[in-house]
């Protein structure tokens, strides 16, 4: 009798092998956000010797986002068709000799266009290292599984706040890419190429079954005939691509939720330090603040995907709309209200509510990861991550570049921008509404 791969794992405990697929994808994203980092810490150093100015270098910064948001997308689009394992190493590849590539940078055109590159690479990265984990864990661990993985980008952030300068010191700017870009291009392919294997759910969608079965016996050597996976957007016709009309509900909601909840995470974590410093909190009091939110992220994206495993994603994700624009209120509130010299009690307010805002927001974007990976079917589960990964660019270049000009539209107020954030959050519930395909809450998904 024909068993799925899905219905194989849900009756087998977790295997070795999909911890080890799992392990090796986070340490992907850690590196990915090790270099995606990189250009923000050594960035005043760098703007010094071209001789320019932050305005002008923010070409080079905002490069990274656009490829980001182009690697998303079409680096899921090549999975989709020539598989996760050697597109995962083509844009390990990109990445890394990206950043080796931007140490020869010698002005702001040339360090944008090596981001540009190397931002292709990250997004690529992203996308496929997500659906490949994802689909070589059961449908018990997935969700937890898709959402821890997603911290692998912040938590390389932190590692490289670390290194960068000791080695900045020792090396210069220049020899620090290249360190990193090094480093990061050996140990992950070391790592992925040797070890790693498309999903056999995917090896069946593309007809290659006992390139399947072989995968298989990574986890089981029992002889189990593979059926192909049964997906809600699966047709008469077969696979579908990302852009079928069986997906139009969940593209929707992605879209919109997605590029929300990124406008709000990339307008708190970017302006969050010029804000606060313009209130009367010091350098080292704003930086206290964003410390806190990198912090609040990385455990938030963890817990909810148990909660999202316990309740399922649609009620998770209007929870999370409706406690991220009330912490916005608040977190708008008191800092529209401070003091002319902000007392201490008011500093701990601040930190604190950008922490719990930000612990939020990061919660709402590994949802959103989970929603994909249980949304779209193996025939273009890396394209749709990829695609809601794009749309999410555009909410995050929208608030890197705009977010300045709300602050400054203000005059000294910060109502304009909070108003734009609290509309964002509000949008966020988007998904619980329109996504017909969400993760089921964990009894449901046992009955079904």
């Keep these: 009798m024909k068993t799925s791969f899905s219905e194989l794992m849900s009756r087998l405990p977790?295997?070795?092998?999909?911890?080890?697929?799992?392990?090796?994808?986070?340490?992907?994203?850690?590196?990915?956000?090790?270099?995606?980092?990189l250009l923000g810490i050594v960035l005043p150093v760098i703007v010094e010797e071209f001789n320019t100015t932050r305005t002008a270098f923010g070409l080079a910064t905002g490069a990274?986002?656009?490829?980001?948001?182009?690697?998303?997308?079409s680096g899921g689009w090549l999975a989709d068709r020539i598989g996760r394992r050697w597109s995962l190493a083509l844009s390990v590849i990109v990445f890394s000799l990206g950043t080796v590539a931007a140490s020869t940078s010698d002005s702001v055109t040339s360090m944008a266009i090596w981001r540009l590159i190397s931002g292709i690479g990250f997004g690529a990265?992203?996308?496929?290292?997500?659906?490949?984990?994802?689909?070589?864990?059961?449908?018990?661990?997935?969700?937890?599984?898709?959402?821890?993985?997603?911290?692998?980008?912040?938590?390389g952030g932190l590692i490289a706040a670390e290194l960068a300068p000791g080695l900045l010191a020792d090396h210069g700017w220049g020899g620090t890419f290249v360190i990193f870009g090094v480093v990061t291009l050996i140990l992950c392919?070391?790592?992925?190429?040797?070890?790693?294997?498309?999903?056999?759910?995917?090896?069946?969608?593309?007809?290659?079954?006992?390139?399947?079965?072989?995968?298989?016996?990574?986890?089981?050597?029992?002889d189990v005939d593979l059926a192909p996976e049964r997906h809600a957007s699966d047709t008469a016709a077969g696979s579908v691509g990302v852009f079928d009309r069986t997906n139009l509900r969940m593209n929707i909601g992605v879209s919109i939720t997605f590029t929300s909840v990124a406008l709000v995470a990339y307008g708190i974590l970017t302006w969050t330090t010029a804000m606060l410093t313009a209130t009367g909190f010091t350098l080292e009091q704003a930086a206290s603040a964003v410390s806190a939110a990198g912090l609040t992220s990385i455990f938030a994206s963890v817990v909810v995907g148990l909660l999202i495993r316990q309740f399922g994603s649609r009620i998770v994700v209007l929870v999370i709309s409706i406690t991220l624009f009330l912490s916005l209120l608040a977190l708008g509130w008191k800092v529209e209200t401070?003091?002319?010299?902000?007392?201490?009690?008011?500093?701990?307010?601040?930190?604190?509510?950008?922490?719990?805002?930000?612990?939020?927001?990061?919660?709402?974007?590994?949802?959103?990861?989970?929603i994909m990976t249980h949304g779209y079917p193996v025939s273009c589960r890396s394209a749709g991550i990829g695609f809601g990964i794009f749309m999410a660019r555009i909410g995050a270049v929208a608030s890197t570049t705009f977010?300045?000009?709300?602050?400054?539209?203000?005059?000294?107020?910060?109502?304009?921008?909070?108003?734009?954030?609290?509309?964002?959050?509000?949008?966020?519930?988007?998904?619980?509404?329109?996504v017909d395909k969400h993760v089921p809450p964990a009894k449901a998904a046992a009955a079904g």
């Design 125 to 155: 990265a992203y996308s496929i290292a997500i659906a490949l984990a994802g689909e070589w864990l059961p449908d018990r661990w997935r969700s937890v599984g898709v959402t821890t993985i997603s911290v692998g980008t912040p938590a």
């Design 64 to 73: 990274t986002l656009v490829g980001f948001g182009l690697g998303s997308w």
């Design 14 to 37: 977790l295997h070795p092998f999909s911890v080890i697929t799992f392990a090796i994808c986070m340490f992907v994203l850690v590196a990915d956000g090790v270099d995606a980092q």
């Design 338 to 370: 401070l003091s002319d010299v902000p007392t201490p009690g008011e500093i701990t307010t601040v930190v604190w509510l950008v922490g719990l805002s930000a612990a939020i927001f990061s919660a709402g974007v590994a949802s959103n990861y989970a």
């Design 189 to 222: 392919l070391v790592l992925e190429i040797p070890v790693m294997r498309d999903s056999p759910p995917f090896l069946l969608a593309h007809g290659r079954k006992a390139e399947a079965q072989a995968a298989l016996r990574k986890i089981t050597k029992e």
């Design 403 to 434: 977010g300045g000009y709300l602050l400054d539209l203000g005059e000294g107020s910060i109502v304009p921008f909070f108003t734009v954030l609290c509309i964002s959050a509000v949008l966020v519930s988007t998904a619980a509404f329109v």
